[in-house]
């Protein structure tokens, strides 16, 4: 089945460390996207990506790194920068962004501050 | 500056008609308009996506007014597992080339029996 895989589901936090969170698709989509969501609100752009090897801040990037060395992936990091992460992730692909084409959404990771 | 406009919240029954409407006054020339429900602790899922009139799918129905600047989701006879955040998303502003894809703040749904 094609789709989305976010891994891993939770994920704990220690002060100063850093956390990557994976993203990977198997849709043959040239965008990515990584959103999150703190409870009860909506979702907030962290970074973006259209190709390969090029990505863009989004609205909330600070304290936030990610790579796009393949297609296929889009890992997030979250820093010792970023001082209030605990929130859900979510990471989402599309194959059309020009034009709004549908968002394939995964499944999330709940990171959480120990 | 908000792309989309949505109700906070609203409350319904079941079997009843939903429609929940969404205000994009600066959409694009070439966006679509597409809708997504969430449930907690998931991704949205797409629900329904069109460009002008009215589109159907097996779930929902959306309207669309000739001038754009509104779209209006329409559940028919909504159950309890309707009650979700419901999310109206048009593209953002091309930047540089790039389509950010911004999410409003969404509309929380709540179906009671």
């Known amino acids: 089945d094609g789709g989305i895989t976010q891994s891993p589901k939770y994920l704990f936090r220690k002060e100063g460390q850093n956390v990557t969170l994976s993203c990977e698709q198997n849709l043959n989509h040239d965008a990515m996207y990584w959103y999150r969501q703190d409870p009860g609100q909506g979702l907030r752009l962290i970074y973006y990506?259209?190709?390969?090897?090029?990505?863009q801040k989004g609205d909330i990037a600070e304290g936030y790194s990610v790579s796009r060395e393949k297609k296929e992936s889009f890992p997030l990091t979250v820093t010792s920068a970023q001082k209030n992460p605990t929130a859900f992730y979510l990471c989402a692909s599309t194959d059309r962004p020009a034009t709004n084409e549908k968002l394939f959404f995964g499944s999330g990771t709940q990171l959480s501050v120990l | 500056l908000a792309k989309t406009t949505q109700p906070i919240s609203m409350d319904s029954y079941e079997g009843q008609e939903v429609n929940i409407t969404c205000s994009h006054n600066?959409?694009?020339?070439?966006?679509?308009i597409t809708w997504y429900q969430q449930f907690p602790s998931q991704g949205p899922r797409f629900i329904i996506q069109?460009?002008?009139t009215k589109v159907t799918n097996e779930v929902a129905s959306l309207f669309i007014p000739a001038d754009r600047k509104s779209s209006t989701l329409s559940l028919p006879r909504v159950s309890l597992s309707d009650t979700a955040v419901y999310y109206c998303l048009v593209g953002d502003d091309f930047s540089g080339g790039y389509n950010k894809l911004i999410f409003g703040a969404g509309t929380r749904l709540a179906v009671h029996p």
């Open positions: 600066n959409i694009a020339t070439n966006d679509y």
């Open positions: 990506s259209q190709i390969v090897n090029d990505f």
């Open positions: 069109g460009y002008k």
